[in-house]
């Protein structure tokens, strides 16, 4: 049989399979050839040791999806890339897919370039190995030290400081006031603080008095409770979850939500937007968190209802518990990562650049320079938040352990579980505190 | 037609090229496919296999061999919790469509005036991906300001509202119902092109021997349909049984991993909880199933091609 036969084709056998091996060379060249993003394995190399030619690079950031942020983000982007002539490919994901996602695209090798981070991450971050040490260029630019050691973990300083804060409560002072609960005498213990509740309760409407989180996506946010409650969460690398602070931080939070006090499915960003429409008269936030609601808010005066105040204590005279809310800029090494390092020194740092974006965001910057400037200094919502939440405000003491994200999930679950009735707030923080150990190890 | 060459006049055509068998020809011009299939279907199914017999985090470097440590974990941990809930939301998901489906087929099967544009505005929601369906009904079951609330608090069956995804006696019933809402126009169609083709003769014949509705649709419709009802109620079960975009999109498998099923907890596992080999194991049991699944559309397939 010819080979025309068997196809009826005016090609050969031979030029056939020729075709197909260029085809497939070529294929195979192009899956094997260096996509530019290859990254380097080992230990985090040193960024800013040598001089450089500005090169094109990615930079991921979360707030690339949120409408609020964006534009500022942009700004700052098309900042960088005019003066040094570069590309910037952004990427993004929405919040509470973030972490994995960059996780996943940095373990694989497709990421490399500045990375948005919350410093909360650094510790899972480093433990992959990628990121770059950028102690060299963090040197001499002004960042506070407290900012500084944020960023840093085991000693190493894996991201530029970008915005140091806390999470806290922020309340409408308006609809506080119909309940005769004055914003700025707010109750300053947890009893009190649920009478507070319970008296905005009563205006009715459908008002959600404390839109905190009860998905699983946000209900991290019980940590802080707890250690108000007394828990230390970890002591010695021993997980204290299941003590009796704990569990009586979770059998108040089920409480309040049996109660009606605090409202089911909602996450931040739902807090956000229910606080934005005057359907709940406080909620946990970021000092991020205002300009997302006063733009979504129907009210044009929202933003000067805006009262953030400390966190009740479980006995008066307490030190009120906040917890340290950071954003940072890390450098993946590999393709760009030099351009994305002076970026991210850049961003953080330059004082005309910090003000342009805090004017666009209102996140507390991290130079002392730009603290002491008019601008962040007469803004009385942004200094208020730092005096009555960041200035007691503690970091996470699971952050230092590469499993937090799972650690943190693990008790999330076992909260929700307590906020259904699955499980009582005994036997669910026993398994969540021993599941949590069983990941430290 | 190509004969075999005598010896003696090989020496003399010994320059030319050999010709290659069709055999060899035939598994040549396969061959790039499947190099294409062991590269993006066999080797990451069986290091995902693989990783079921070790301790193994997407976070830290390196891993341990643990043997069958992972499977026994799953197996006498939360196997028979998601093995339940996946055949809930798998059986729900299958008969509440189909029976919706044959319903709106036979509807449709009538010489109804507008049927091919009804036909038409019932495939929409198929047509919907699924994380856009997913996200139409997370806020038509949203707590604090969906539709469901307002409707059913207007005509004054709740006197509050309910939280319909935060709770386990009603996430799933809700996950359900969106997947039933994305899938009942595939069942519809597949059984409206079924029914077009049952003699109307036999109706006829039936209906003159005194045979009323109910009687025919189950001595006439439903035997004439019972490959192709066979065909669609295994198909979907199968589909489902992997299932992954709405639950996940809708509920995250919350709360508290009451909606959860093998598809999202090998994602979760794996991509939130960083336990690759745990992942594994979970894969690993869920594969075994699906593939008992295969086996019996298999066999379902060639007692129809036998008939």
């Known amino acids: ?441 | 037609m190509t004969t075999t060459a005598p010896s003696s006049q090989l020496s003399t055509t010994s320059n030319k090229p050999k010709r290659l068998s069709d055999g060899v020809f035939a598994f040549l011009l396969v061959l790039p496919g499947l190099a294409l299939l062991l590269a993006v279907v066999v080797y990451p199914l069986i290091t995902a296999l693989v990783t079921a017999f070790f301790k193994q985090s997407l976070v830290l470097p390196g891993r341990e061999f643990v043997g069958f440590q992972n499977i026994i974990d799953v197996l006498t941990g939360e196997f028979s919790r998601l093995l339940w809930q996946t055949l809930v939301f798998t059986i729900g998901t299958t008969l509440f469509p189909f029976v919706i489906g044959f319903a709106l087929a036979l509807a449709l099967n009538t010489r109804i005036r507008g049927a091919k544009v009804l036909r038409g505005l019932m495939l929409i929601p198929w047509l919907v991906p699924g994380v856009v369906v997913s996200f139409l009904w997370m806020w038509i079951f949203n707590a604090n300001y969906g539709v469901m609330n307002a409707l059913l608090e207007g005509i004054g069956l709740i006197d509050q509202p309910q939280a319909w995804l935060a709770q386990p006696a009603t996430a799933m019933g809700a996950v359900i119902l969106a997947k039933t809402w994305q899938s009942f126009p595939w069942m519809m169609v597949m059984l409206l092109a079924g029914l077009q083709t049952v003699p109307r003769e036999l109706h006829e014949a039936a209906e003159i021997d005194g045979a009323g509705t109910i009687r025919r649709f189950f001595s006439i419709t439903v035997p004439q349909l019972k490959g192709i009802i066979g065909l669609v109620l295994l198909l979907e079960f199968i589909w489902n049984f992997q299932h992954f975009d709405i639950i996940y999109v809708l509920t995250g498998g919350g709360p508290a991993g009451s909606t959860q099923t093998f598809a999202t907890a090998v994602y979760e596992t794996a991509f939130h909880g960083f336990d690759l080999g745990h992942a594994g194991a979970i894969g690993l049991l869920w594969m075994v199933l699906l593939m008992a699944l295969v086996v019996v559309y298999v066999r379902f397939s060639e007692k129809g091609e036998e008939r």
């Not at chain 1, 394995?41 to 409408?67: I, Q, R, V």
């Not at chain 1, 929405?94 to 370039?113: D, K």
């Not at chain 1, 997302?292 to 105040?309: F, I």
Request: hydrophobic content about 45%; charged content about 20%; proline content about 5%.
């Open chain 1, 1 to 441: 049989m010819s080979d025309r036969t068997l196809f009826q084709s005016p090609i050969s056998r031979r030029q056939a399979l020729a075709i197909f091996g260029i085809g497939a060379a070529t294929a195979t060249l192009a899956a094997c050839a260096p996509t530019g993003t290859g990254a380097a394995g080992g230990p985090a190399a040193t960024a800013g040791t040598g001089s450089f030619a500005p090169t094109d690079f990615k930079f991921s950031s979360w707030s690339l999806t949120e409408e609020a942020a964006a534009p500022a983000i942009k700004s700052l982007l098309s900042g960088y890339s005019g003066k040094e002539d570069v590309t910037i490919e952004e990427v993004s994901f929405p919040y509470n897919e973030y972490f994995n996602q960059l996780m996943l695209q940095v373990r694989g090798g497709q990421f490399t370039g500045a990375a948005h981070v919350d410093v909360a991450w650094l510790g899972s971050l480093a433990a992959l190995g990628k990121l770059q040490d950028v102690s060299a260029l963090t040197a001499d630019r002004g960042y506070t030290e407290s900012s500084l050691k944020a960023a840093q973990f085991e000693g190493t300083q894996y991201a530029f400081p970008w915005t140091i804060g806390a999470i806290g409560l922020v309340t409408n002072s308006e609809i506080l006031g119909k309940a005769g609960v004055d914003a700025e005498d707010f109750p300053t213990t947890i009893d009190d603080f649920e009478a507070a509740l319970v008296k905005l309760k009563g205006l009715g409407g459908g008002l959600i008095p404390y839109a905190a989180s009860t998905k699983a996506a946000q209900l991290k946010d019980i940590l802080i409770w707890m250690q108000t409650f007394g828990s230390p969460l970890v002591k010695n690398g021993t997980v204290t979850i299941g003590d009796d602070a704990s569990v009586e931080a979770v059998a108040w939070y089920k409480g309040l939500y049996d109660q009606g006090l605090i409202a089911a499915d909602v996450d931040r960003f739902d807090a956000r937007s229910l606080f934005a429409q005057g359907r709940a008269a406080l909620y946990d936030d970021a000092p991020v968190g205002r300009g997302a609601v006063t733009k979504e808010s129907p009210d044009p005066d929202l933003a000067s209802k805006l009262v953030p105040v400390s966190r009740p204590t479980l006995k008066a005279g307490d030190t009120p518990r906040a917890l340290v809310w950071g954003g940072a800029i890390a450098v993946v090494s590999g393709a760009g990562a030099e351009t994305a390092a002076d970026f991210g020194q850049w961003a953080t740092s330059d004082l005309d650049t910090v003000l342009a974006d805090y004017e666009l965001r209102g996140l507390p910057p991290v130079t002392e320079e730009a603290l002491s400037s008019d601008v962040v200094a007469s803004d009385v919502f942004g200094s208020t938040f730092a005096e009555r939440i960041t200035k007691t405000a503690t970091s996470n003491p699971f952050w230092v352990y590469p499993q937090y994200a799972q650690i943190e999930t693990t008790i999330a679950e076992a909260v929700q579980a307590v906020l259904i009735g699955q499980k009582s707030p005994e036997d669910a923080m026993k398994s969540a505190g021993e599941a949590a150990q069983k990941l430290i190890g």
